[in-house]
């Protein structure tokens, strides 16, 4: 029997859009609907009322044809036409859009539910076979990293920094999903989410309307794969009165002369398209600028012009658009101008983050339960016995110090362990091999991005010890050096411990409640991890000179 017929389309939820065909009119750009001359029908999909919007758009000469002509001194005259649709459906009290070649141009970005396709593929992707990953770096001056796999990797491979990166799109292959693609052979289906959700849905009515019912049933009944959760770690501030006050700071910092926290970015949906995009126009208030390129200061500029009180409204009345030529006829995508634009504001000494013209921060119950589950790790009698840091002394001589004083411990401080996954910098498979071949990490920590790094790199190369035989033998073999062949790992080693040392240079003892709240969480996820490995996690101070009596 062959194959039900499936689409790839992206699917959006719109958000404050009446389900029926009058209410159905607000999701959309009408500035771009007049100017396309969009055909606007009426309909039913499956029973569910529908508005389906289409038509062609003519120009009569290509606008390469110019330069073309110039550069070959031929007469170069073609015309260009495309055919665009755009489907509104309500489907059970909730409205979605497909758009079909730049039919999806026409549905108001305000609209757009944000969250939605980030949602369900935390639900419904396999944590094991991820493909694509887009993040924002929080306090990173606007630094968005993007990640290919083809083949897809597990999540822990990616390095994602769970308390500092904020996921804005994955993608990868479904997890047991109950659409049409999948109905008859329980295949995986690709899915891209961000904004949107990308993914082959049913084409004959009554299965494109039952694979939205199945996803609007995944993201409302389902919990998140644990492996996936802490993507939804950063939420959206939730009460009116905190954001409007978070607003009211953001204007100020923007009629100022110096707005260091605030930078210029690329919303998640126009990633794609901004790769291709030759020239932009940018209206805040009531001009629209053309620009070659985006920068932070022609927000600012504009934002100074606008009255107190009134810039962050501006910007989210404001529009940005790409253009694919140079004369802005064709348009790749377009977004709120406060979308354009990252900032960090402070109020009552926490830090709230503007992405994607949200307010964001750290969930604080989700802090106080990463304090209560890092608690067990710290032991009132450690298992490794390391000697007083000296003042002046380097994490490296620290090290060397261990090896010295301690019969057991071998320092191995950045020595890289290169593999076929780990081909040119190599991982550090810890910093100094304890009794009973404890991995030890050794941090002496300014702040909580370098305990950061030092969970990271205590789960990674564990997990690359037990995954890889390839790593488990050039470790082997880089201890059997270092000791001058007088130690040696067995055979069937396996990561059982990782212990993680550390000195705070402010000189506080450390404690949970003494670790910095975002390096809370990133032990916590590492724990996690190991212990799902079989591996125990230990946390212990390392003593100050002045601390030894």
Known sequence: MPRESTRDLTLYRLDGVAPHPVGMLDALDHERVDQWDADIQETQIAGCVALWLSGRRYRRRAEWCEAASITTGLDVDFDERSAFGLLLLAVDDTVYGIGYG???????????????????????????????????????????????????????????????????????????????????????????????????????????????????????????????????????????????????????????????????????????????ARSFTIKVGSVTMPVDAIETEHFLARCRLQRPGQRVAALRAGKVRMFQDDRHLEELGAASAIHWLEAVVSRDNRRYFLLDGEWYEVDIGYLDDKLREIEGLFADDPSVDLPAWQPGSTERAYNMHVQDVRPGYLCMDREMVRTTFFPRGGFEAC????????????????????????????????????????????????????????????????????VFAILLRKGDVVTPGSLFPLARVALANAARLLHTHGVEVEVVGVRGAADVT
Not at 112 to 118: R, V
Not at 130 to 143: F, L, T
Not at 180 to 189: H, Y
Request: proline share 5%; with cysteine.
């Open 431 to 498: 910093d100094v091999l304890g009794p009973d071949d404890a991995l030890i990490h050794v941090k002496f920590a300014e702040g909580a991005g370098s305990l950061s790094h030092l969970f990271t790199q205590g789960a990674v190369s564990a997990q690359a010890l037990l995954r890889s035989d390839e790593a488990l033998t050039r470790f082997s073999g880089m201890v059997a050096q270092l000791s001058g062949g007088r130690r040696l790992i067995p055979p069937d080693f396996r990561p059982r411990k990782v």
């Open 102 to 276: 730049r039919g999806y141009l026409l549905i108001s970005d305000d609209r757009k539910d944000h969250g939605f396709g980030i949602r369900f593929a935390l639900r419904r992707l396999d944590p094991a076979e991820i493909q694509d990953v887009a993040r924002r770096r929080i306090g990173a001056r606007g630094r968005t990293d993007l990640t290919l796999v083809p083949d897809g990797v597990p999540i822990w491979m990616l390095g994602v920094e769970e308390n500092a990166d904020v996921v804005r799109r994955l993608g990868g292959r479904s997890d047991e999903l109950a659409v049409t693609f999948s109905a008859e052979d329980q295949r995986p289906v690709r899915l891209e989410a961000g904004v949107g959700l990308r993914m082959r849905l049913g084409v004959r009515p009554e299965h494109l309307v039952g694979d939205i019912r199945e996803i609007a049933r995944v993201c409302a009944e389902e919990s998140p794969n644990p492996l996936l959760q802490f993507v939804d770690n950063f939420r959206p501030i939730g009460g009116r009165a905190r954001r409007d006050e978070l607003d009211q700071a953001l204007d100020a910092v923007l009629g100022g002369e110096h707005a260091g926290e605030v930078v210029a970015v690329v919303p998640t949906d126009c990633l794609r398209g901004f790769a291709d």
